[in-house]
């Protein structure tokens, strides 16, 4: 929720950056989406961090994932060993590269 002056604005917003410097406080820069206007702001705010839930993250990661494509990723690595589990660490370790190039 990002609300600026009791007005819901999260729908508008598109990024955000929080800068801070030794000699500054914390800076908050809201990106909005191309074309909106209307809205002006420039003095001191109340800004609250909380933990996000990363798991809708994860599943539609793991949704998005070709299970043909994966099974192909995985026999065609050069670390398989041969040892137990190999083919469950050649599967986390696709997802593993695949997530770092998500």
């Not at 030794?22 to 609250?48: C, S």
């Not at 299970?67 to 593993?96: I, Y």
């Amino acid at each position: 929720m990002i609300e600026i002056d009791g007005h819901d604005v999260a729908s508008t917003v598109e990024a955000y950056r929080i800068t801070q410097t030794v000699d500054e406080g914390p800076e908050v820069t809201l990106y909005l989406t191309p074309g909106w206007e209307g809205m002006a702001f420039d003095g001191l705010a109340e800004v609250m961090a909380e933990p996000s839930d990363l798991r809708h993250v994860v599943i539609g990661f793991l949704n998005a994932v070709d299970s043909q494509k994966l099974d192909e990723a995985v026999l065609n690595r050069d670390d398989l060993d041969g040892r137990p589990g190999e083919l469950t660490r050649g599967v986390l370790a696709q997802l593993r590269e695949w997530a770092h190039r998500a």
